[in-house]
């Protein structure tokens, strides 16, 4: 699927492809544990080169669409993305987070989701949109209730974090519950 340059308009927030100059503020966020603690990856030590070469990797791939998620103000204060795509399938696994924390809890994750699951129906065909969050993030898993998923299974004690091993939800949403919301 050819790329081109895209923005997609929702209405607290814009997604725009990601750019080598969004990195060192990306850096940043990857390296303050309150945002990691929630992320299926740990990040604290990673440098500009190896963020670069990730950057580069997401790009260049026909199964990886990343996106930063921008306020009305022009403000980057996350990133969202469709990973793994099985165009065969139509499926692939939703990623997203906020790093400003200044912008947690203000409907900015709720409504890039939406945004972009739009996007992957209507743009990209997609019939399913999967995602994994920790049990211990009920902010996120309100959120992507919110947004339509359901909840699909458990992968028990899936993840290690504080010393203690916690359940990782499977969560899941078709293209017929998007286009409820989105008409």
Known sequence: MA???????????????????????????????????????????????????WLKTMQSSPNDYIF????????????????RINWRDKNCMLGIFIGDIEDWNKGHGTDAIKTI???????????????????????????????GFKKEGLLREGHYYNGKYWNVIVMGILDRDIKKFSD
Do not use: M
Request: hydrophobic share 35%; glycine share 4%.
């Open 117 to 147: 699951l739009k996007y992957a129906v209507d743009k990209l065909s997609l019939h399913k949109i999967n995602l994994h969050v920790y049990e211990y993030n009920p902010r996120a898993i309100r959120t992507y209730e919110k947004c």
């Open 3 to 53: 790329r081109t340059w895209r923005i997609l308009e929702g209405k607290k927030v814009k997604l725009r492809d990601l750019y080598k100059y969004d990195l060192p503020k990306c850096l940043v966020w990857l390296r303050d544990r309150r945002v990691t603690k929630y992320l299926d990856f740990d990040l604290i030590n990673i440098d500009l080169v190896q963020e670069t070469r």
């Open 68 to 83: 930063a998620i921008e306020k009305e103000n022009g403000k980057h204060i996350g990133n969202i993305g469709l990973h």
